[in-house]
């Protein structure tokens, strides 16, 4: 299996499968060719401008900067033309504007864009939560700020691989490189506005053009009245009535079950959550033990002894017989269940 420049084995030949590197390549620059500069053996490049560490490869370990892009843009443009870039796996790119895709795909968005920055509030708080015997991963010392358009209908997330045919439209790659991001790491899809379906099948067209409602100020300012309203409207029908309206217009909703409803849920039977009950009369279901013990069967759920119902085993095991027993309970010693109820 092959080694990437960046140390990462890959069992593609031309581009790294784990972060896209061309395999021991050649860079084109404005001037000719360049050198790939990752090859560099560790411990022999020069100190990084930003934290002084020694290089070991395009980027910096520690703080992700760019000697590659640093000594592309050094070098004077050829011929009057722009200073090429470089794009995330080394290879020569043309100038890109400061907003848009970072992909290859052209970009057609005139509204929506994110910003991509490093997170400190958002690491601290996961390193706090995490295994003390997880991997260790620092925060990067130089991350700047990203920013693409978000062009529908939809948007995937992840690190660009050439391999794989993978072209993020928001390309995480870095550097710096961040270990939780996978190549398609997530999708953004544009969904149909239901609010205008909804207010027609319940009948209520008219919130939709209700001032109270307009925007989502007067939205927040009056959202106890839209609730009231809804409340009224939603307790007219049932819920079977309900979810067959919603499940028709696509509207995505949640049924809120009852203690009676919830027993009767199949799931929770085919899963000995809930189980039968033994001895309690009407009573025909109750709830598992959530206690398990390896190697030990569960016993069956039964009801809970009553008052002294087992008096006269525990007398027995005890060596009392049963002329002695029976003294006990005309002296009143011990009680009898019907006695004791009573």
Not at 178 to 203: E, F, M, N, T, Y
Not at 208 to 216: I, Y
Request: hydrophobic share 40%; proline share 10%.
């Amino acid at each position: 299996m092959a080694t990437c420049p960046k140390g990462h084995e890959s069992t593609a030949t031309d581009y790294c499968d784990e972060c896209g590197t061309p395999m021991g390549g050649v860079a084109t620059g404005p001037d000719g060719p360049l050198a790939a500069e990752a090859a560099t053996p560790a411990g022999t490049g020069d100190p990084c401008p930003e934290c002084d560490t020694s290089r070991t490869g395009r980027f910096c370990e520690v703080c992700g900067h760019d000697f590659l892009a640093a000594q592309l843009a050094e070098r004077p443009p050829a011929g009057g033309s722009p200073a090429a870039e470089l794009d995330p796996n080394g290879e020569v790119a043309t100038p890109a504007p400061p907003l848009g895709n970072a992909g290859s795909k052209p970009s057609t968005a005139t509204g929506w864009r994110v910003v991509v920055t490093a997170d400190r509030a958002y690491y601290d708080r996961m390193r706090a939560a995490a295994d003390p015997d997880a991997e260790d991963v620092a925060f990067p010392a130089y991350c700047p700020e990203r920013r693409f358009a978000l062009v529908p209908p939809q948007v995937l997330i992840g690190r660009l691989s050439r391999s794989r045919g993978i072209e993020p439209d928001i390309d995480l790659t870095g550097p710096p490189a961040d270990p939780a991001v996978s190549h398609s790491h997530a999708v953004l899809v544009v969904q149909p506005d239901r609010i205008v379906p909804l207010a027609k099948a319940i009948d209520r067209a008219d919130l939709l053009t209700d001032q109270r409602f307009a925007d989502p100020a007067a939205l927040a300012a009056n959202r106890g009245e839209l609730a009231a309203i809804l409340a009224g409207v939603f307790g007219a029908q049932p819920m079977a009535h309900w979810a067959e309206l919603l499940t028709g217009i696509n509207v995505t909703f949640g049924v809120v079950s009852g203690a009676e409803e919830v027993a009767k849920d199949p799931q929770l039977t085919a899963n000995d959550i809930v189980v039968p009950l033994e001895g309690a009369g009407t009573l025909t279901q109750t709830i598992s033990s959530p206690i398990q013990v390896h190697g030990v069967a569960k016993v069956p759920a039964r009801r809970g002894p009553g008052l002294g119902e087992h008096n006269d085993e525990v007398l027995a095991e005890l060596g009392f017989d049963a002329r002695s027993i029976a003294d006990l309970r005309a002296s009143g010693a011990v009680p009898g269940m019907e006695k004791r109820a009573a």
